[in-house]
């Protein structure tokens, strides 16, 4: 183990191992997953250790001769965090007696709040999408503010940097239940910007039409208090009508078109003159970069 135990085992007469079978051995083991985890919250009150002495000049040195800077320090929590996370026993690695340790402190450490993200929380990785991002232009794509509504909807959170413990060890971030970022969660943040566009889209770009079937309209042009059209047609350009009017967002039953109303399939059609923006306000860069990545 990368940690000492300080407990009063039993042991046999050559205090070489501990006997096994022994409940009180047992019930001191059933301890340790939650001593260890408990540690954290001390360890991460305490200072950064010294640092060790700067590097004699000109054993470092910037290609114009000038010494480079030290790196920055991390903060105490992400030392200590980072520290912690390499003393954590992994599946394989203890035998005998200790042998389930891995997978006790494994369960433990996953329900605590414990991990740092890129936004400045802790979160329990067994309890939310922690992911590692190895693509520093992706994870800062995701991080553009035109995407922090779609991002948050999927409740996806980025480990912060500065746990080169955790990103490097694939067995641990197993253990912990966090994941690399996938396809999978680029599909699942495009959708959720498809359904804000949706839910958002009403009240700016006069939208949200209510239609005769009770279903919103999506990126529709019609009245913007979402008031449910009559059967006869009425209402501000754009609703919902059944009389096959022709007209700016007026739908055509017999030919299905038009630019924005309801059709007589009791399908919302997408209004072109609307104000709001089809993609929940991303701008087109952004999004082409995403699909780019996703697909």
Do not use: Y
């Not at 039993?10 to 939650?34: D, F, H, I």
């Not at 394989?92 to 891995?102: K, M, V």
């Not at 006869?232 to 039953?253: F, K, M, N, Y």
């Amino acid at each position: 183990m990368h940690f000492v135990v300080n407990a009063d085992f039993v042991v046999p007469a050559s205090r070489e191992a501990v006997t096994e079978g022994c409940a009180w051995n047992k019930m001191l083991r059933q301890r340790v997953p939650t001593l260890f985890v408990a540690a954290l919250q001390h360890m991460r009150k305490l200072p950064l250790p010294p640092q060790p002495s700067p590097s004699p000049p000109g054993a470092e040195a910037t290609a114009n001769g000038g010494e480079l800077p030290p790196p920055p320090s991390p903060s105490p929590e992400l030392f200590w965090t980072n520290f912690w996370l390499r003393c954590m026993p992994l599946p394989g690695q203890l035998q005998e007696f200790f042998a389930e340790l891995p997978q006790m402190v494994a369960r433990e450490a996953r329900l605590s709040a414990f991990l740092p993200t890129t936004a400045g929380v802790v979160v329990a990785p067994g309890l939310a999408k922690a992911r590692v991002c190895s693509d520093p232009a992706l994870q800062a794509l995701l991080e553009d503010p035109s995407l922090a509504v779609a991002v948050g909807a999927c409740q996806l959170h980025f480990v912060a940097a500065g746990l080169p413990a955790l990103r490097s060890s694939p067995a641990l971030r197993e253990a912990l239940g966090v994941h690399e970022l996938g396809a999978d969660d680029l599909v699942d943040v495009l959708e959720a910007m498809c359904v804000t566009a949706g839910a958002g889209g009403g009240r700016a770009g006069g939208e949200g039409v209510r239609n005769t079937d009770g279903v919103d309209g999506l990126n529709g042009g019609g009245n913007s208090d979402s008031a449910a059209a009559d059967d006869t047609g009425s209402g501000d350009t754009g609703g919902a009508h059944t009389d096959g009017c022709d007209g700016d967002g007026i739908a055509t039953p017999e030919l299905g078109s038009g630019s924005g109303g309801t059709h007589k399939d009791g399908i919302s059609r997408s209004h072109k003159s609307g104000g709001g923006s089809s993609n929940g306000g991303v701008p087109v860069p952004t999004l082409a970069r995403l699909l780019c990545a996703a697909f």
